[in-house]
T-cell receptor, first 116, second 112 residues
Framework: EAGVTQFPSHSVIEKGQTVTLRCDPI?????LYWYRRVMGKEIKFLLH????????ESGMPNNRFLAERTGGTYSTLKVQPAELEDSGVYFC??????????????FGEGSRLTVL | AQTVTQSQPEMSVQEAETVTLSCTYD???????LFWYKQPPSRQMILVIR??????QNATENRFSVNFQKAAKSFSLKISDSQLGDAAMYFC?????????FGSGTKLNVKP
């Protein structure tokens, strides 16, 4: 079974440019999460999808960030325009339906974003 | 507010020895999960061990065990007989059935 995959693994862009990160969760996982780790600090929650719906987007820092989850499958996170403080590692994770889950999250390898 | 604190940014251990990583947390919930996740260099995070808050018995997974002190809100990870492959970032995670809360991580170095 394929795990959570993220693309690209590393992106280097200039301030003001746009970047789109993609996450493919494990097939059948309704829950999809985006997290960000900035400069070695703690991992911060960005948002949570249940299927195609945004369950919780309270962690999205501002309206330069836009997340979508097409048809409840893969998800994209777009940053437009990117700022220096957006640099960090963006993690995607997925999990099964909460009624069946024991809480385990399955993570992708992360997308490292560097904004120059 | 839910918080997770890992006070050791980096630790080192000699191969075959034992190391303990500290974690404290704060939550107003009575039922929750606690996890330790491990992220090897350039690899994805994987689950090391899980503890349900309602269980008094400390979880154990082979060389990995936890010391769960619910009243003290402490959740430390003990790694016995450390191996080179244990070198990684370790994250303590609190799950309150709504959100996951991560600590800042502890980088573990294993010396041969």
């Amino acid at each position: 079974e394929a795990g959570v995959t993220q693309f690209p693994s590393h992106s280097v862009i200039e301030k003001g440019q746009t970047v789109t990160l993609r996450c493919d969760p494990i097939s059948g996982h309704d829950n999809l999460y985006w997290y960000r780790r900035v400069m070695g600090k703690e991992i911060k929650f960005l948002l949570h999808f249940v299927k195609e719906s945004k369950q919780d987007e309270s962690g999205m820092p501002n309206n330069r960030f836009l997340a979508e989850r097409t048809g409840g499958t893969y998800s994209t996170l777009k940053v437009q325009p990117a700022e220096l403080e957006d640099s960090g590692v963006y993690f995607c994770a997925s999990s099964q339906d909460r009624r069946r889950t024991n809480g385990e999250l399955f993570f992708g390898e992360g997308s490292r974003l560097t904004v120059l | 507010a839910q918080t997770v604190t890992q006070s050791q940014p980096e630790m080192s251990v000699q191969e075959a020895e034992t190391v303990t990583l500290s974690c404290t947390y704060d939550t107003s919930e009575s039922d929750y999960y606690l996890f330790w996740y491990k992220q090897p260099p350039s690899r994805q995070m994987i689950l090391v061990i899980r503890q349900e808050a309602y269980k008094q018995q400390n979880a154990t997974e082979n060389r990995f065990s936890v010391n769960f002190q619910k009243a003290a809100k402490s959740f430390s990870l003990k790694i016995s007989d450390s191996q080179l492959g244990d070198a990684a970032m370790y994250f303590c995670v609190l799950y309150n059935f709504n959100k996951f809360y991560f600590g800042s991580g502890t980088k573990l170095n294993v010396k041969p």
